[in-house]
């Protein structure tokens, strides 16, 4: 089992910048693909970022492209997403979502472990 814990999330205005950070602990090597989705309220929960284990392969949601970037730091057992420019639709419940396939994925259903979620508002 991996347990995923996130941080980072806050109110913040409109143009300001978040890093999220997820740090993971367990059967951390089983984890290859990671990932960050958000849920705003009555939306169904999307795909925000994706990296495979090496970062050699990223993902961007088209609504943050440009603006949020997913990094990785394995020795740490710790994933972030910095967050730039944030938009009031940027408000959600970010999730870190944790995958066992080796290839990059950005469907929902391919993530077996999900943290709790930490709540990002931004004001306009």
């Known amino acids: 089992q991996v347990q995923l814990v996130e941080s980072g999330g806050g109110l913040v205005q409109a143009g300001d910048s978040l890093r999220l950070s997820c740090t993971a602990s367990?059967?951390?090597?089983?984890?290859?693909?990671m990932g960050w989705f958000r849920q705003a309220p009555g939306k169904e929960r999307e795909i925000v970022a994706a990296l495979n284990r090496i970062s050699s392969y990223r993902y961007y949601s088209d609504s943050v492209k440009g603006r949020c970037t997913i990094s990785r730091d394995n020795t740490k057992n710790t994933v972030y997403l910095q967050m730039n420019s944030l938009k009031p639709e940027d408000t959600a419940v970010y999730y870190c979502?944790?995958?066992?396939?080796?290839?990059?994925?950005?469907?929902?259903?391919?993530?077996?472990?999900w943290g709790q979620g930490t709540q990002v508002t931004v004001s306009s």
């Open positions: 367990g059967r951390t090597s089983s984890t290859y693909v």
């Open positions: 979502a944790g995958s066992t396939l080796v290839q990059l994925t950005t469907t929902r259903k391919d993530y077996d472990y």
